[in-house]
């Protein structure tokens, strides 16, 4: 199994472009979360799923959208990139609900830069 | 709102020591408590994890204690080697809600 795989690693956005991250699990999994890191701020949830046809916000979901058309891919999109989206994403899956004690599967993150 | 603080932010030891990392959560409700190692360049992943009926937790050099009275735990790694440098979040999750709160972040140097 490959896990949880994110495309891209690195990329560099000018202020109001666009873009899609990838992500994509091969465990079957139901739940999938959006994340951001950034310097000395832990982990953010953006937006989670718990399973294909279902996404809710999480504490940061400004200026960005998700769709789960698939139990395998929950991407998630930036219209009109700003300085402030500046951070390292990761996507993460888990079999069942953080409130059944599920361990989570990250990704291995994508760093994106807006200037 | 539900918060978990983390410290230190940063944690130097000589190799072979031990090293201690600590969390407080506000929320009384949670009940499992994960902590994860993020190495550079990669994904957070899941070192060891305890659940509120338990106190202690083992696992060869690295153990994990609660509080659940003092609402804190802890991360111990002993006979530190340089592969444990990595920074360590500490999670709780929120029971009926599909989230943790993770802390901030400890960037741990083990020297040689």
């Known amino acids: 199994n490959a896990g949880v795989t994110q495309t891209p690693k690195f990329r560099i956005l000018k202020i109001g472009q666009s873009m899609t991250l990838q992500c994509t699990q091969d465990?079957?999994?139901?739940?999938m979360y959006w994340y951001r890191q950034d310097p000395g701020m832990g982990l953010k949830l953006i937006y989670y799923s718990v399973g294909a046809g279902i996404t809710d916000k999480g504490e940061v979901p400004n200026g960005y959208n998700v769709s789960r058309s698939t139990t395998e891919d929950f991407p998630l999109r930036l219209e009109l990139a700003a300085p402030s989206q500046t951070s390292v994403y990761f996507c993460?899956?888990?079999?069942?609900?953080?409130?059944?004690?599920?361990?989570?599967?990250f990704g291995s993150g994508t760093q994106l830069s807006v200037l | 709102g539900e918060n978990v603080e983390q410290h230190p932010s940063t944690l130097s030891v000589q190799e072979g020591d031990s090293a201690v990392i600590k969390c407080t959560y506000s929320?009384?409700?949670?009940?499992?408590f994960p902590w994860y190692k993020q190495e550079l360049g990669k994904g957070p992943q899941l070192i060891i994890d305890i659940r509120s009926n338990v106190g202690e937790k083992k696992d060869q050099r690295i153990a994990v204690t609660l509080n659940k009275t003092a609402k804190h735990f802890s991360l111990h790694i002993t006979e530190t080697q340089p592969e444990d440098s990595a920074v360590y979040f500490c999670a709780a999750s929120i029971p009926g809600t599909y989230k943790y709160i993770f802390g901030t972040g400890t960037r741990l140097k083990v020297l040689a």
């Open positions: 929320d009384s409700a949670s009940n499992y």
């Open positions: 465990m079957n999994h139901n739940y």
């Open positions: 993460a899956s888990s079999y069942s609900a953080p409130s059944t004690n599920e361990k989570l599967f």
